[in-house]
């Protein structure tokens, strides 16, 4: 430098680089945010240098989401300003994203939402667009499922092969950053939105921690392998894992939605030699004599019937239940259709206030039944989301099959009405 005059002239100013972000609408400009930047140091000779306070502009990239503004409250489609990602983050465009009972729970209240509005989606797959620094074993391009639970690897849970326990899952509901709850990563006008398990697969772009993502063969369809993210995996794990089917038994699947036809799947994988669905919905009975039921009924009353028609009179060796809006009186009903020391596995939620029940205690202690529950189905995502889409590669796993509807993110709300009438197994919305 020469003199102390214009020492700093050359670095005031407003950066005028614009993002140019592609979407539905095609190039947006990206969001700006002046911040006040004050700039010190001196001069080689010792001179100090004068304080010279500058502006910058920070840019985000916009997209477009799925949000709730209110609960009960229905998705609607705006526009979102989403970070860059930091270290231990990556940024995804999403391909495809399943509509799950869980995000509809956000939506009539029967989940609590941590953060107003709200960013919905937690099924989701997509290609990584950008990696934060220092962040290994990710690079821009990499296919990636989403796993709605994180996995830190190091707490209690994970080192014990118990990852859907994980520890991080118990910021689930802040719908911010694991370790700080007031650190988000999508914002509407400068405001901060909340992202469903950190994630929020019904942007078009999202900003998520590594700990949540898992890298997939490129050859695997990003459509089907979405749904490993959540409805297989807690599907299938709840026959596979928590009911632990055996070859040879009866297996009752209380609700054929996009959880219970999983579990259908994963009994039949598992060698029962029968296995009941339970729907009143005559095409979901339809769809699970095609993809591994042996037998359907209409309610659980039926179902029971036919199970103890096949074992002299005893009952299902295990019943699960993946009922949408779950209550203690279907729990009830299921526990009494297994047999003497069977067992009754509970994967659907209700009101998670509720804590109402129908259970025949003396069934439960005098016959001697398990009553257990199932979070993701007792899966280990690291390593059962690649394994299930090794299955669908060898055939074994149908996924094509469970897609009823692709929606476009701007009808997301016709994509739940239609789950709400019944009408999917599942519907996906495709980018």
């Not at 070859?247 to 999983?262: E, K």
């Not at 526990?335 to 939620?349: E, H, N, Q, Y």
Request: aromatic share 4%; net charge negative.
């Amino acid at each position: 430098m020469n003199g102390r005059e214009g020492h700093l002239h050359g670095m005031e100013g407003v950066a005028e680089a614009v993002l140019q972000v592609q979407g539905r609408g095609g190039p947006r400009q990206a969001a700006r945010h002046e911040v006040a930047v004050v700039i010190s140091g001196a001069l080689l000779d010792g001179s100090a240098l004068v304080l010279t306070t500058g502006s910058m502009r920070k840019e985000r990239m916009l997209t477009r989401g799925a949000v709730l503004r209110e609960v009960p409250g229905r998705y609607e489609v705006v526009e979102l300003e989403v970070d860059d990602p930091r270290p231990g983050e990556i940024r995804v465009r999403m391909v495809a994203t399943g509509l799950c009972h869980s995000d509809d729970h956000h939506a009539t209240g029967d989940m609590r939402v941590g953060v107003l509005p709200f960013a919905g989606g937690h099924e989701g797959a997509g290609v990584v667009e950008s990696v934060g620094p220092g962040t290994p074993g990710f690079a821009a391009g990499d296919h990636v499922v989403f796993s709605f639970l994180p996995t830190c690897g190091r707490c209690r849970w994970c080192a014990t092969g118990h990852q859907n326990l994980c520890d991080l899952g118990a910021s689930l509901g802040t719908n911010a950053r694991w370790e700080d709850p007031t650190s988000f990563r999508l914002a509407q006008g400068g405001v901060p939105v909340g992202q469903m398990c950190g994630l929020s697969t019904f942007c078009e772009y999202t900003t998520v921690s590594v700990v949540s993502a898992i890298k997939i063969d490129p050859a695997i369809p990003l459509e089907v392998a979405c749904l490993t993210g959540c409805g297989v995996g807690t599907g299938w794990g709840a026959a596979v894992n928590s009911a632990d089917v055996r070859p040879g038994q009866v297996v009752i699947v209380m609700g054929i939605g996009g959880i219970g036809i999983n579990a259908v799947q994963g009994a039949a994988h598992a060698g029962a030699s029968a296995v009941i669905a339970v729907d009143p919905v005559e095409g979901k009975r339809e769809a699970a004599l095609h993809l591994g039921a042996t037998h359907a009924a209409a309610d659980i009353k039926e179902a029971t019937g036919m199970a103890r028609s096949m074992t002299n009179g005893q009952g299902a060796d295990a019943t699960i239940v993946t009922v949408g809006v779950t209550t203690g009186r279907h729990v009830g009903q299921a526990l009494k259709s297994v047999r003497k020391a069977g067992t009754c596995v509970v994967v659907g939620l209700g009101e998670t206030t509720s804590s109402d029940g129908d259970i025949p205690l003396t069934e439960l202690v005098l016959y001697q039944k398990r009553l257990q529950g199932s979070l993701f189905g007792a899966s280990a995502p690291t390593a059962d989301i690649p394994a299930q889409l090794e299955l669908y590669r060898e055939g074994r796993l149908k996924l094509d099959e469970l897609i009823t509807t692709r929606y476009a993110l701007d009808d997301i709300a016709v994509g739940f009405d239609d789950m709400h009438a019944g009408r999917n197994l599942r519907g996906i919305v495709v980018f």
